[in-house]
């Protein structure tokens, strides 16, 4: 069994196992475009309980590069056209804007590309206000931004699905190293604040991620990532997706990582939810350390970042995937 049929076949068991709806045509047209790119980059399988509880499965990758070649592929497959909205012309004018360090991808595997992620070098928020398809409620938050420290912004992706955009940003500043920061910035948006414990983990998240539309003026949901070094350290008594996937994800390593999203929005139903990535390669969860400039919890993970620079572009970069 090739390696792009092994992982083919890891997502359809993941379905499977969690009841989560697929198409074997859509992932036929997915792995066509992209298979090869999700041997040799940052590559992630996710299950996530956002739909009245049901669980999805997208699957995900990234690579170091300049340009953006998942629009192109996206594109040329099929998996992309022109809708009539301002997400046609956002990711280029992204790349206008802002020099990018890497690009990634996200599909469901039910529903086809949903996002196209551009990764720079963490540079301040301001940058993002040159991009002129961007939504208006993006400008109009400039204030919510300098209030809660989301001035150094890591990655941008374009929704393509949910007609939306995402800021992430670095979570540097002392003050989100503390739970009344989180209450503060949920309450701020009357979201749902969590559990004492969920907040007690929350205070360890490098990455905060705000997502915008063009149909409102308000934030549509806020997403806050930590990263657990492998299975047995996943909070998996939390939530039975998070035990279920931390146990089940298959992956290439015997022990992976794994990504947590931590998601609310203004409907508690459909916007709090809990989004879980294993890593499948072992490179995305180091890179994600790297990234934030923190500390690798276990010194002998691998990251791209850190090899040699041929052996680092046979690999690829992972990519912090959100």
Same mark, same amino acid.
């Given at each position: 069994? $090739?390696?792009?049929?092994?992982?083919?076949?890891?997502?359809?068991?993941? %379905?499977?196992?969690?009841?989560?709806?697929?198409?074997?045509?859509?992932?036929?047209?997915?792995? &066509?475009?992209?298979?090869?790119?999700?041997?040799? %980059?940052?590559?992630?399988?996710?299950?996530?309980?956002?739909?009245? &509880?049901?669980?999805? /499965?997208?699957?995900?990758?990234?690579?170091?590069?300049?340009? /953006?070649?998942?629009?192109?592929? #996206?594109?040329?497959?099929?998996? !992309?056209?022109?809708?009539?909205?301002?997400?046609?012309?956002?990711?280029?004018?992204?790349?206008?804007?802002?020099?990018?360090?890497?690009?990634?991808?996200?599909?469901?595997?039910?529903?086809?590309?949903?996002?196209?992620?551009?990764?720079?070098?963490?540079?301040?928020?301001?940058? %993002?206000?040159?991009?002129?398809?961007?939504?208006?409620?993006?400008?109009?938050?400039?204030?919510?931004?300098?209030?809660? *420290?989301?001035?150094?912004? /890591?990655?941008?992706?374009?929704?393509?699905?949910?007609?939306?955009?995402?800021?992430?940003?670095? #979570?540097? *500043?002392?003050?989100?190293?503390?739970?009344?920061?989180?209450?503060?910035?949920?309450?701020?948006?009357?979201?749902?604040?969590?559990?004492?414990?969920?907040?007690?983990?929350?205070?360890? /998240?490098?990455?905060? %991620?705000?997502?915008?539309?063009?149909?409102?003026?308000?934030?549509?949901?806020?997403?806050?990532?930590?990263?657990?070094?492998?299975?047995?350290?996943?909070?998996?008594?939390?939530?039975?997706?998070?035990?279920?996937?931390?146990?089940?994800?298959?992956? !290439?390593?015997?022990?992976?990582?794994?990504?947590?999203?931590?998601?609310?929005?203004?409907?508690?139903?459909?916007? $709090?939810?809990?989004?879980?990535?294993?890593?499948?390669?072992?490179?995305?969860?180091?890179?994600?350390?790297?990234?934030?400039?923190?500390? !690798?919890?276990?010194?002998?993970?691998?990251?791209?970042?850190?090899?040699?620079?041929?052996?680092?572009?046979?690999?690829?970069?992972?990519?912090?995937?959100?």
């Amino acid at each position: 069994m $090739t390696i792009v049929n092994r992982i083919r076949t890891d997502v359809v068991n993941v %379905a499977k196992s969690f009841g989560a709806e697929y198409s074997e045509a859509v992932i036929d047209q997915i792995f &066509q475009g992209f298979g090869e790119k999700f041997t040799n %980059a940052g590559f992630a399988i996710r299950v996530q309980n956002k739909r009245n &509880q049901k669980v999805d /499965c997208n699957i995900r990758y990234g690579e170091a590069k300049e340009n /953006c070649l998942a629009w192109d592929i #996206a594109r040329e497959s099929g998996l !992309l056209s022109d809708q009539g909205h301002p997400v046609d012309k956002l990711i280029q004018e992204m790349f206008q804007a802002i020099p990018a360090i890497a690009y990634g991808a996200d599909f469901d595997i039910n529903y086809g590309l949903v996002k196209i992620w551009h990764l720079p070098k963490i540079v301040p928020v301001e940058e %993002a206000f040159k991009i002129p398809s961007l939504p208006k409620s993006v400008n109009a938050h400039i204030d919510f931004f300098k209030k809660y *420290h989301l001035d150094a912004l /890591c990655a941008l992706t374009v929704d393509y699905r949910n007609k939306s955009t995402n800021l992430y940003f670095d #979570a540097h *500043h002392p003050e989100q190293r503390t739970t009344q920061f989180y209450k503060n910035i949920l309450q701020s948006q009357q979201f749902q604040v969590p559990s004492d414990e969920v907040l007690e983990i929350l205070v360890n /998240c490098p990455e905060i %991620a705000v997502t915008f539309n063009w149909s409102s003026p308000r934030i549509e949901r806020m997403c806050f990532y930590t990263a657990f070094v492998n299975r047995e350290t996943v909070p998996q008594h939390i939530n039975p997706v998070l035990k279920k996937f931390a146990q089940e994800a298959p992956a !290439l390593l015997d022990n992976p990582g794994f990504l947590v999203g931590w998601s609310f929005g203004p409907d508690a139903k459909k916007g $709090t939810y809990i989004k879980i990535d294993v890593d499948y390669h072992g490179l995305v969860v180091p890179s994600f350390f790297h990234m934030h400039n923190l500390p !690798l919890p276990v010194p002998e993970a691998t990251s791209v970042f850190n090899l040699p620079s041929s052996e680092a572009e046979d690999k690829s970069s992972s990519v912090v995937m959100s």
